[in-house]
């Protein structure tokens, strides 16, 4: 009986022809052409990028993550720091020699958001330490399992037809169908975004052909020679240079086309630019497709950091823990995004949660700096309460004694009739 992993070794044998395609032809003619729509347009990446709003919303989860503060850990149970000098802090910081730290950061995440997988290949000496990072474009790199172990063939010049896993940085989107790669969301929405070019093409060919039409109807017969001054007049109106016209007894003028307002263009693609933002997780307000009051807005940034932003942080964190640490590193040492002071919208914000936490004993001042990433000092690891905090068990306790000490006090008193008895005249 054949094994389980037989099922997963490439078939070298099988042929595709256009009666019968098989997958890998598909992906590449949906990669080339794009995938039809029922609104007759052809979506793949490149189309889906001249929607504003699909532009915007890569270009922000890119550059978001691009700019977040990335650092490796050292983690033993007991103390934990922040790592500088470490073979792989080099490489990612000087991935290759043509990108850097942010250019090579914001292509994978955009490769990513807008493929659903993205691909470097990793350069390593003969320590198999990581020396430089190649970014690849996903289309050009495909996946599958040969005997239990996973390899990539990569169909690009200056790179080797077939590479190990181990060497081979993916970042990979969401999996419905094949666990091995993610899937686009340009694929996955494909028809969404032909309505959105659809619309962007009937309302740039209403403006090339002039946003209005008519025609000119009349009872009896008009031969050429009246009919060319009549035209000549009502495109003179129409084109501003002049106020009115008359038209001959008989004729009547009827409207042809549709404005963009009244063909709905404006409202369809706004609709659009809502549901895009929907598609990639990012709030509307960030793209500008929908205005919002200040607390929602807030709220709306928040949202956007806590969820989409930590699935892809959490997604490259433990793939470059995976691919670029050693396997004695990897028990002690990951990678991690600090946004924590993303998480509050304003430095005023930040300030009073710092300083509840440390006035509630839960937060030392060293910590509320490393989230600042802001280097601590000595002594500022100490947690203080408030001094007139008490527990809720001795509150009984501690208003009798002060009962009695208020007693005490008054029962002390030399002069309890209102006469200072010990002053001097």
């Known amino acids: 009986m054949a094994s389980l992993l037989s099922i997963f070794k490439p078939k070298t044998q099988q042929r595709s022809s256009l009666s019968a395609p098989t997958d890998w032809l598909m992906q590449s003619l949906s990669s080339l052409f794009g995938s039809q729509t029922t609104s007759g347009m052809a979506v793949n990446s490149n189309s889906a990028m001249s929607i504003a709003s699909v532009h915007a919303c890569v270009r922000v989860i890119a550059d978001a993550i691009s700019g977040l503060s990335f650092k490796l850990y050292f983690d033993d149970g007991t103390n934990k720091r922040q790592v500088v000098a470490h073979y792989s802090n080099y490489v990612l910081n000087e991935p290759n020699p043509y990108q850097t730290k942010f250019d090579f950061m914001t292509f994978m995440t955009a490769q990513l958001v807008l493929k659903g997988n993205a691909y470097a290949y990793i350069k390593r000496d003969e320590r198999f330490i990581a020396t430089a990072l190649h970014p690849i474009v996903s289309d050009t790199v495909?996946?599958?399992?040969?005997?239990?172990?996973?390899?990539?063939?990569?169909?690009?010049?200056?790179?080797?037809?077939?590479v190990p896993a181990s060497d081979m940085l993916h970042f990979k989107g969401l999996s419905t169908d094949n666990v091995l790669v993610g899937k686009s969301p340009i694929v996955m929405h494909a028809e969404t975004l032909g309505i959105d070019l659809a619309a962007i093409k009937s309302s740039a060919a209403v403006y090339k052909n002039g946003t209005l039409k008519f025609l000119l109807k009349s009872q009896s017969k008009i031969d050429a020679a009246q009919a060319a001054?009549?035209?000549?007049?009502?495109?003179?109106?129409?084109?501003?240079?002049?106020?009115?016209?008359?038209?001959?007894?008989?004729?009547?003028?009827?409207?042809?086309?549709?404005?963009?307002?009244?063909?709905?263009?404006?409202?369809?693609?706004?609709?659009?630019?809502?549901?895009?933002?929907?598609?990639?997780g990012v709030p509307a307000s960030m793209i500008g497709a929908k205005d919002g009051i200040k607390s929602s807005v807030e709220q709306e940034y928040q949202d956007f950091y806590s969820r989409t932003l930590m699935s892809y942080c959490i997604n490259i964190e433990q793939e470059l823990r995976r691919k670029l640490l050693t396997e004695n590193d990897k028990t002690?040492?990951?990678?991690?995004?600090?946004?924590?002071?993303?998480?509050?919208?304003?430095?005023?914000?930040?300030?009073?949660?710092?300083?509840?936490g440390i006035r509630g004993g839960w937060l030392s001042p060293n910590e509320a700096r490393a989230?600042?990433?802001?280097?601590?000092?000595?002594?500022?690891?100490?947690?203080?309460?408030?001094?007139?905090?008490?527990?809720?068990?001795?509150?009984?306790?501690?208003?009798?004694?002060?009962?009695?000490?208020?007693?005490?006090?008054?029962?002390?008193n030399n002069n309890p009739d209102g006469n200072n008895n010990n002053t001097q005249s």
Do not use: C, W
């Open 371 to 412: 989230f600042e990433d802001a280097e601590g000092f000595d002594n500022g690891g100490k947690y203080y309460v408030e001094a007139n905090l008490i527990p809720a068990d001795q509150f009984e306790a501690y208003m009798n004694a002060k009962i009695e000490q208020l007693m005490s006090s008054a029962y002390s």
């Open 142 to 162: 495909s996946a599958y399992l040969m005997d239990g172990e996973m390899f990539y063939r990569i169909n690009a010049p200056g790179f080797p037809s077939v």
């Open 229 to 280: 001054p009549l035209r000549k007049s009502l495109d003179d109106v129409i084109e501003g240079n002049q106020r009115s016209t008359v038209l001959p007894h008989g004729v009547e003028m009827e409207k042809l086309s549709m404005t963009p307002e009244e063909a709905q263009y404006i409202q369809a693609r706004q609709f659009s630019a809502e549901e895009i933002a929907r598609i990639f």
């Open 332 to 356: 002690f040492y990951y990678f991690k995004f600090n946004f924590n002071s993303l998480l509050r919208a304003s430095a005023n914000d930040r300030a009073d949660f710092y300083n509840k």
